[in-house]
């Protein structure tokens, strides 16, 4: 495979048109000699934040995209280094993950019996579709 070849499937690592361009033009550049992977990895960043993706929690799939493109190139590229967020930052992602679980799964029923009393009323009902809706309840 020539080297358009493997940036052509590298690229398509990315899960957006724009994304896929961007590495089309930009993973070229991680195969000179002088190109300095934290700064590649800055103007990454600057492009997505570009298109609003401000937040780790809104880069965090892109970077993943681009990992993998890079590990199309190579699997231990050396810029595999430089162009991940650090321990902290995934942290703090994955923290905010678990605490929005943590909320979906410890929230309680203010007032159990009133919905007894609508399950019921609608399973006593004639229309299939008051009674499909007492057995959800």
Do not use: C
């Not at 942290?91 to 309680?108: F, M």
């Not at 399950?119 to 004639?126: D, F, H, I, P, V």
Request: charged share 20%; glycine share 6%; net charge negative.
């Amino acid at each position: 495979m020539n080297a358009n070849n493997i940036i052509q499937v590298a690229a398509g690592k990315g899960r957006t048109v724009w994304l896929q361009n961007l590495l089309t033009e930009l993973l070229p550049q991680l195969n000179q000699p002088s190109t300095d992977y934290q700064t590649w990895f800055d103007s990454l960043i600057e492009v997505m934040e570009h298109r609003g993706l401000t937040q780790p929690t809104q880069q965090k799939d892109y970077l993943s995209d681009v990992r993998n493109a890079i590990k199309v190139l190579d699997l231990d590229h050396p810029a595999l280094e430089f162009v991940n967020f650090d321990t902290s930052t995934w942290v703090q992602i994955n923290n905010r993950a678990s605490d929005r679980l943590g909320e979906r799964k410890t929230k309680s029923i203010d007032n159990p019996d009133a919905i007894v009393q609508r399950a019921t009323t609608l399973l006593g009902s004639y229309q299939w579709s008051e009674i499909a809706a007492g057995l959800g309840i």
